[in-house]
C-alpha cells in the first residue's frame, strides 16, 4: 500500500490501513529500540503509542506530513525513546516519591465511568469512541456503522452520549452532588 | 443538578479545545464561580477520558495480535540516467560490497551516475532524508548492499549534478570501478546505440570477467538478461532510461533477491552463465515485494 492509499483510509477510519502500518513497521522500530538498550516490549509499547497518536492526528488533519510515513514514524519512537532512556535515568537518581496525592474520589469516579462504558452497548460505545478518540466526521461514523446519514450518526451520538451519562451519575451516591 | 443539552454541548467545545480564547475566557470565568458546573466539566473530562482509553486499550490488543512482517529490505532503486538515446544498451554491474573489503561499486555508462553511487554506497550511511529511509538489516554483515540507500530520481539526480566533477582513480588497487566503454562490444549489442559523449579509462578488471564476452552472443535485442556470481550482479538489455528498475532482496524463508522493471518482478538467481530475465508468476511472492514498496 502506498502511503496515499494508507492515508486516505485512516481518514475513514478504516483499520487495515492501522494493521498495515504496524506489520509494516513493526521490525524497524524493534530494531531501533533494542539497538538503544531497550527491550522488545518497551519497543512495541512506544511504537502502538506513536502509532496510534498518528492515527489520530491523521484523522483529524492535525499533521502535515513532509516525508514518508515509515519515517515519520520512525523519528517519533526515536524521541518517544530517548525521552523515556532520560525519564529512567532520572527516575534511577531519586528516591522513591513521596505518596502521590491520591484523589479516592477521583479514583471511584473513574472506575464507575469505566464500568459504565463496558457495560454500554457495542453500537453506542463504537460510535462515542470513533468520536472521541478517533475523531471521525459523522459522516465516516454513518459509513463505518452503516448508518444511512451523519445526521443519523449525530442524533445516535447525542442519545448514547445522554444515556451514558445518566448512567454514571445514577450510579453515584446523591451525596456527591450538591442540592 | 441540572445538565442541558446546551450546557454539555458548551462543556463538550471546551474540553477539545473547540472555544476560541475569548470564550475559553468566559467560560472559565463561569467555572470559578459555579461549583456544579465545575463539577460538571471535570465529570464529563472523565467520561471522556474513559471512553478514550477504552478505544486506546481495544486498538493497542488488536494491533499486539498482528504478525509483523519479517526483515525485508528495500535496496537500491537504480535508474538509467544521463543517457542521450532511450533504446541504448547498456549494461551496469553492481558489487554486492562487503564491509571488510573495500570495494567500491557500481558503473554504469555515464561517469555521472557511477560518481553519485559510488558515493552513495561506500559511505555505508545509514541516513534518512525526507524522502527516503535506510533500513539496516542485522542479520549479514556480509552484504552491504542491504545497507544500500534507498533513492528517489530526484536525489540521485541532484547527487549527480554535484559529484559530475569528481573522477575516481583507477590507480588504488581497491578500485573497481568500471566504465562501460564503447570499445567494449559487449555493452553495446545493439547497433543503433549511441556512443557515449563522455568517455574514461576503464578498469583491466572488467577482462577478467569472461561473462562480458559471452554476452553478445546469446543475447536478443529485445531481452533483458544479467549474470550474479559471487558477489556481482550484471545487468544486460535495454533498460529504458525512463524507467528505474529496483533490486529487492526478500529474508523470508531464505534469501532471494529480485528486481522490478516496468512493473514485473523477476527472480535472479546466482549464475555465472547469462540468464534471461523470466517473470515471477508467484502471486504470494508479488503481494511480499509489493509490501516493500513505498
Given at each position: ?59 483529524q488533519h492535525d499533521i502535515v506530513l513532509t516525508s514518508k510515513i515509515s519515517t515519520y514514524l520512525y523519528s517519533v519512537c526515536f524521541n518517544l525513546w530517548r525521552k523515556e532512556l532520560d525519564r529512567k535515568k ?28 463496558n457495560k454500554m452497548n457495542t453500537t453506542c460505545r463504537k460510535v462515542l469512541m470513533y468520536y472521541y478518540f478517533d475523531g471521525l466526521s459523522m459522516h465516516d461514523i454513518a459509513d463505518k456503522m452503516g448508518f ?32 | ?234 545487468l544486460v538489455g535495454r533498460f529504458d532510461k525512463d524507467y528505474p528498475y529496483t533490486i529487492y532482496e526478500l529474508n523470508f524463508k531464505k534469501k532471494m533477491y529480485f528486481i522490478n522493471y516496468k512493473g514485473d ?30
Amino acid at each position: 500500500m502506498k502511503d496515499v492509499e494508507i492515508i486516505r483510509k485512516i481518514e475513514t477510519g478504516d483499520e487495515s490501513a492501522l494493521d498495515y502500518l504496524y506489520k509494516k513497521n513493526y521490525t524497524m522500530v524493534v530494531s531501533l529500540i533494542k539497538k538503544n538498550s531497550g527491550t522488545e516490549e518497551e519497543a512495541k509499547d512506544i511504537f502502538q503509542d506513536a502509532l496510534l497518536v498518528f492515527w489520530q492526528k491523521i484523522i483529524q488533519h492535525d499533521i502535515v506530513l513532509t516525508s514518508k510515513i515509515s519515517t515519520y514514524l520512525y523519528s517519533v519512537c526515536f524521541n518517544l525513546w530517548r525521552k523515556e532512556l532520560d525519564r529512567k535515568k532520572k527516575l534511577s537518581y531519586e528516591e522513591k516519591e513521596g505518596s502521590e496525592s491520591y484523589d479516592t474520589d477521583q479514583y471511584e469516579r473513574k472506575k464507575i465511568v469505566r464500568n459504565c462504558i463496558n457495560k454500554m452497548n457495542t453500537t453506542c460505545r463504537k460510535v462515542l469512541m470513533y468520536y472521541y478518540f478517533d475523531g471521525l466526521s459523522m459522516h465516516d461514523i454513518a459509513d463505518k456503522m452503516g448508518f444511512s446519514t451523519a445526521d443519523t450518526a449525530k442524533t445516535k451520538k447525542y442519545k448514547c452520549k445522554k444515556e451514558l451519562d445518566k448512567r454514571i451519575k445514577e450510579t453515584y451516591s446523591a451525596s456527591d452532588f450538591l442540592d | 443538578m441540572k445538565s442541558n443539552f446546551h450546557d454539555i454541548a458548551s462543556i463538550e467545545k471546551y474540553l477539545s479545545g473547540s472555544l476560541s480564547s475569548s470564550e475559553v475566557i468566559s467560560f472559565e470565568k463561569q467555572l470559578a464561580s459555579d461549583p456544579l458546573l465545575s463539577n460538571e466539566v471535570s465529570l464529563q473530562k472523565d467520561i471522556i477520558d474513559g471512553l478514550k482509553k477504552h478505544r486506546n486499550t481495544e486498538l493497542k490488543s488488536r494491533l499486539s495480535g498482528l504478525t509483523p512482517y519479517p526483515n525485508y529490505i528495500n535496496i537500491a532503486k537504480w535508474t538509467w540516467l544521463g543517457i542521450a538515446a532511450s533504446g541504448m544498451i547498456t549494461a551496469g554491474i553492481l558489487y554486492l560490497t562487503q564491509p571488510s573489503i573495500s570495494k567500491q561499486v557500481i558503473a554504469y555508462n555515464t561517469i555521472d551516475y557511477q560518481a553519485s553511487c559510488k558515493k552513495q554506497l561506500t559511505d555505508n550511511l545509514i541516513a534518512s532524508t525526507d524522502n527516503t529511509i535506510i533500513i539496516r538489516e542485522e542479520r549479514s554483515s556480509s552484504t552491504t548492499l542491504s545497507e544500500a540507500i534507498t533513492s528517489t530520481n530526484k536525489d540521485v539526480q541532484s547527487n549527480i549534478e554535484q559529484e559530475k566533477a569528481i573522477l575516481p582513480s583507477i590507480d588504488s588497487p581497491n578500485n573497481h570501478l568500471f566504465a562501460l566503454d564503447e570499445e567494449r562490444e559487449i555493452s553495446f549489442s545493439n547497433p543503433n546505440a549511441k556512443e557515449k559523449k563522455e568517455s574514461h579509462s576503464s578498469s583491466n578488471e572488467l577482462t577478467a570477467n569472461n561473462a562480458s564476452v559471452d554476452i553478445n552472443v546469446t543475447y536478443s535485442e529485445d531481452g533483458l538478461a544479467y549474470t550474479f556470481d559471487e558477489d556481482r550482479l550484471t545487468l544486460v538489455g535495454r533498460f529504458d532510461k525512463d524507467y528505474p528498475y529496483t533490486i529487492y532482496e526478500l529474508n523470508f524463508k531464505k534469501k532471494m533477491y529480485f528486481i522490478n522493471y516496468k512493473g514485473d518482478y523477476y527472480r535472479i538467481k546466482k549464475t555465472t552463465s547469462l540468464r534471461k530475465f523470466s517473470k515471477l508468476t508467484d502471486q504470494d511472492t508479488i503481494d511480499k515485494l509489493n509490501n516493500l514498496d513505498n
